[in-house]
């Protein structure tokens, strides 16, 4: 393994952890803001928490420490980019950021970059290219990484488990609300 898939996997591996570092950046830049901003960045995280929910429905397994997937999903969220739960989170950080501050925002966007764009989204991507070959290799072709290449409505039509919310999204929502919280104390 190279250096830097050793990074990228470790990334992967910590990424809740560095999810938290990211936040307290934030939370420790953050400053009192106007009324607009607090407006838009609850509507940003409320939109991302939204987009999380809809991903992770659409999968049977997410968390864990190393990358896994039982099966390529190409539905729902997942026909219109390829890592909707990151960019769920993307939303709700940008959100935070906007709570927070312009300087908040800015480490947010440049830390969210490094971490998801260079780091654990290729390490993702390399492990479904390696199990599910071809088939993943079209899905990319047909699928932008973060922005829809294409729009049919009929590929978002697939399997929804909403009993995946309770066993996988709980720690989400109350990383997001707990976040959120203090940071509206300190926009105020």
């Known amino acids: 393994m190279t250096a830097v898939n050793k990074i990228r996997a470790a990334a ?4 809740g952890g560095l999810w938290t570092a990211l936040f307290l950046g934030v939370f420790f830049l953050a400053e ?28 049977t397994r997410y ?19 390829r890592n909707p739960l990151y960019i769920g989170n993307g ?11 312009w300087k908040a925002l800015l480490l947010f966007a440049a830390a969210f970059f490094i971490i998801y764009g260079l780091l654990i989204i290729p390490w993702e991507e ?28 009929e590929d978002l039509d697939g399997p929804f488990d909403l009993s995946i919310l309770w066993k996988s999204e709980r720690h989400s929502v109350f990383v997001t609300l707990a976040g959120t919280v203090l940071l ?4 105020l």
């Open 91 to 101: 939303l709700i950080g940008a959100g935070w950021g906007l709570l927070a501050g």
């Open 126 to 153: 390399s492990f479904l290219r390696g199990k599910f070959g071809r088939d993943y290799e079209h899905y990319m072709e047909r699928t932008g990484r973060y922005f829809p290449k294409r729009w049919n409505p």
């Open 12 to 15: 992967f591996k910590l990424r």
């Open 63 to 81: 968390r864990g420490e190393h990358v896994g997937a039982e099966r390529l999903v190409t539905w729902g969220p997942y026909a219109l980019a």
């Open 32 to 59: 009192p803001v106007p009324a607009g901003s607090i407006t838009a960045g609850l509507f940003l995280v409320a939109l991302g928490q939204g987009v999380r929910f809809w991903a992770a429905g659409c999968i």
């Open 184 to 187: 509206l104390f300190r926009a």
